[in-house]
Structures are given as structure tokens and as C-alpha cells.
């Protein structure tokens, strides 16, 4: 599960200089703790990262049945809930895989693995995106209303559910 310490540990250095352009102060924020480690290492939290998201999908997804099993009426209020803390895990996953890629791509020489780290990245987006458009099609307050804008701004765009 990805806990409130993960997301903390996960989180990238901010950028040096920022503050003289913004004018506002640099937070200290924890040294990446991958930075040195081993490519070996690297792979192996993509792949703990994996297995946080595909926790988080079945959290989205108990979330999903217990909303349909809520009503009517429906307590959309808890699903709601539960897609923010899970679009909350899955944004830290992906900034780290997105450390990860930049970290192979660039200090450790390693173009091929940081484009399937990025494909990775990009396919779980697309999953995300899909499952959640599904989620929306399938919401019982939905049904029928096939026709209105709403339902089609949100198929066009499923990224706006989240």
C-alpha cells in the first residue's frame, strides 16, 4: 500500500535556482534516496512501484462496487473520496517512475530502459484513463443519459473524472 511515508520518501529534489526565479524560498525537500543506488535497484522499484498501482486499481475498484452497492440512493460522496485518494497514490508512483526514467535516461547511460520505463508510464495513464472513463459509463446516475454534454465532455476527456 502506498502509505503517507512512500509518497514522502518518493518525493524528486526540487530543481536548484528556483527560488531566485520565483522569489519565493526553496523548501528543503528529502535527497532522492536512489540517486546512487544501483540500475539493479532502480528496476526493482519500478517494480515495487507496479505493485502499488495494481493495489491501487483494486482499491478503485472495491471503491466502484461498494458506490454501486450503496444505494439508491448512492453514496457518491465516499466514492468520490476514494478516486482523490487513489489519483493521490497513483500521481507519487508516477513521479517517481518519472525520476527513474530521468535518472536512466541521463546520468546512467541507459536510453533503452528509460523508454520502456517511459512506455510503462504512459500505458498506466492510458489504463487509469480508461478505467476510470468505465467507472463513469457504468455510474448508475449516468445511466440513460447517454445524450448529455456532460457524458460526452467526459468521454472525450476521462482525465477530468480524476
Known amino acids: 500500500m502506498i502509505t503517507a511515508e512512500a509518497v514522502a520518501d518518493s ?3 526540487s530543481v536548484p535556482g528556483t527560488a531566485v526565479a520565483t522569489g519565493v524560498p526553496e ?10 543506488a544501483p540500475i539493479r535497484a532502480l528496476v526493482q522499484r519500478i517494480h515495487q ?15 466502484h462496487l461498494q458506490y454501486l452497492r450503496s444505494g439508491p440512493p448512492y453514496d457518491f460522496p465516499r466514492y468520490r473520496s476514494t478516486v482523490h485518494e487513489v489519483t493521490q497514490a497513483f500521481a ?3 513521479r517517481e517512475v518519472l525520476a527513474v526514467e530521468t535518472e536512466l535516461a541521463g546520468p546512467r547511460g541507459q536510453p533503452l530502459l528509460a523508454s520502456h520505463v517511459r ?16 467507472q463513469l459509463m457504468g455510474a448508475p446516475e449516468l445511466s440513460g443519459q447517454e445524450n448529455t454534454l456532460e457524458m460526452h465532455q467526459l468521454k472525450m476527456n476521462p482525465d477530468a473524472l480524476l
Open 27 to 36: 523548501r528543503e525537500e528529502p535527497a532522492w534516496p536512489w540517486k546512487d
Open 92 to 94: 507519487a508512483a508516477s
Open 119 to 134: 512506455s510503462l508510464q504512459q500505458l498506466e495513464q492510458t489504463r487509469l484513463a480508461t478505467v476510470a472513463l468505465l
Open 11 to 13: 518525493a524528486v529534489p
Open 49 to 63: 512501484l507496479q505493485a502499488e498501482r495494481a493495489q491501487a486499481f483494486r482499491r478503485l475498484e472495491e471503491g
